[in-house]
């Protein structure tokens, strides 16, 4: 089945703990991509990725960390949490060439407190 | 700066009834793709619909139509035969040629039996 598969769905932490958030996905995608979503702000882009070993930042990526070593891989890391980047994150892939749909993982609800 | 509008925070639609969601978008670019995403409870991400830009034909997919006005940079979403299911938040999305995403802040739709 094609599906982008994130981890963890929920996480509680406190300020100052790195965390890392993974998301893999099995359609061979390149294209790669963070997003947050806040209530009223919709979805906002923090990271993408065209391919391996290539990221972009998009809106939002203060704070945040990624990497693309791997195809099916692009997990998102905040180094050093704070609590307003308590938020439920998004990743999705999609081909590059048609700038076709994104698929999207079933979201990660990230506490900070 | 490309930007997403969707002006209605909040719409509402007799059940069976027909109903239609804004979206507008800023760009100087001429290639590029639209999106209508679907965000119920469950909190997924689910394509509705797309529209390729240099397309003038207007996407539809069963109960669901855009009215795609490219030289006024307008893209809404007709539901048709509205369903209880139609209920969620809905998405406006904007993929230009740099993959650099942007979301409009959303559209909540009521459905009312």
């Known amino acids: 089945e094609a599906q982008v598969t994130q981890n963890p769905r929920y996480l509680i932490t406190v300020t100052g703990k790195k965390l890392t958030v993974t998301c893999s996905q099995n359609?061979?995608?390149?294209?790669m991509s963070w997003y947050r979503q806040d209530p009223g702000l919709g979805l906002r882009q923090i990271y993408y990725?065209?391919?391996?070993?290539?990221?972009d930042k998009g809106d939002v990526p203060e704070g945040y960390k990624v990497s693309r070593k791997e195809k099916r891989n692009f997990p998102l890391i905040l180094e050093s949490p704070s609590p307003n980047q308590t938020s439920l994150y998004f990743c999705?892939?999609?081909?590059?060439?048609?700038?076709?749909?994104?698929?999207f993982g079933d979201g990660t609800r990230l506490s900070i407190l | 700066a490309q930007t997403v509008t969707q002006s209605q925070p909040e719409m509402s639609v007799q059940e069976a009834e027909t109903v239609t969601l804004s979206c507008t978008y800023d760009?100087?670019?001429?290639?590029?793709?639209l999106f209508w995403y679907k965000q119920p409870p469950s909190r997924q991400m689910i394509l509705v619909i797309r529209?390729?830009?240099?397309?003038?034909q207007n996407a539809t997919e069963n109960r669901f139509s855009v009215n795609f006005q490219k030289a006024a940079k307008s893209f809404s979403l007709k539901i048709s035969d509205s369903q209880l299911g139609d209920a969620a938040m809905y998405f406006c999305?904007?993929?230009?040629?740099?993959?650099?995403?942007?979301f409009g802040k959303g559209t909540r739709l009521h459905i009312l039996p």
């Open positions: 999705a892939s999609s081909k590059t060439g048609n700038r076709g749909a994104q698929h």
């Open positions: 359609m061979n995608h390149e294209y």
């Open positions: 990725s065209m391919n391996v070993e290539v990221t």
């Open positions: 760009t100087s670019e001429s290639d590029y793709y």
């Open positions: 529209q390729e830009a240099y397309k003038q």
């Open positions: 999305a904007y993929r230009p040629r740099d993959d650099k995403i942007i």
